[in-house]
């Protein structure tokens, strides 16, 4: 079973615009952390935003929010007042409590920002 | 801070030859360093997690004798994809980590190393 689902290959979104990126995911596990990942043309990923299962308060850096709703297992990105640059590959990942600490991406999406 | 480089940043190759990819974290000790390779289009796959000093553990499904993966110090781990075959080409992305604990420790990127093998 898919771990982290992202279930918008691609989307469109004006420039000033605020804009969510979905993504849900499942796990037994009580202790997990959520991260997302930005990845431009160019390759690299950049790290975005991080969100505990234990954080009481969704997290937020600069234009970058995270709605986190642990009932339903979700943890959408929100970029607000979105610019031209945002425009790239996000990828949600999660990763597990325990011994590893490997990250499982999702499939990503596909962010164009139209002027 | 955090910064990870990656070497090189493409390589065109023959069949049959070997390639060498490094990973170097440039303003932290990394113990644990990622290998990934990604297609396309699609998303990371892990290969292998490396820890410094100790062999490195492979994924399901990837062979350990094709990509050969060397953690010889706590800035540098190399990848190196012996008799490359043209469905190796790839985009091969390492990551690093400072492994101080919790879970919210980030995993840091670098720019990543596309092989295209002919």
């Known amino acids: 079973a898919q771990k982290i689902t992202q279930t918008q290959p691609g989307m469109f979104v004006q420039e000033k615009e605020a804009v969510t990126l979905d993504c849900t995911y499942d796990t037994s596990d009580p202790s997990y952390g959520l991260f997302w990942y930005k990845q431009p043309s160019s390759g690299e990923m950049i790290f975005l935003i991080y969100q505990g299962s234990y954080d009481q308060q969704n997290a937020t850096e600069g234009r970058y929010s995270l709605n986190f709703q642990k009932a339903r297992k979700s943890a959408n990105l929100v970029i607000s007042a979105s610019q031209l640059g945002d425009s790239a590959m996000y990828f949600c990942?999660?990763?597990?409590?325990?011994?590893?600490?490997?990250?499982?991406f999702g499939t990503g999406t596909l962010l164009a920002v139209q002027p | 801070g955090a910064v990870v480089s990656q070497h090189p940043s493409w390589v065109i190759c023959k069949s049959g030859t070997s390639v060498k990819i490094e990973c170097r974290s440039l303003d932290f000790q990394a113990t644990t360093m990622f290998w990934y390779r990604q297609f396309p289009k699609q998303s990371l796959m892990l290969m292998a997690t490396s820890n410094e000093g100790s062999k490195a553990t492979y994924e399901q499904g990837v062979e350990k004798d094709k990509f050969l993966i060397n953690h010889a110090s706590l800035t540098l781990s190399t990848l190196t994809v012996t008799s490359a075959h043209p469905e190796d080409s790839s985009f091969y992305i390492c990551s690093a980590s400072q492994d101080t604990g919790g879970l919210q420790e980030t995993q840091y990127f670098g720019p990543g190393t596309r092989l295209l093998v002919l």
């Open positions: 990942a999660m990763r597990e409590g325990g011994a590893t600490n490997k990250l499982i």
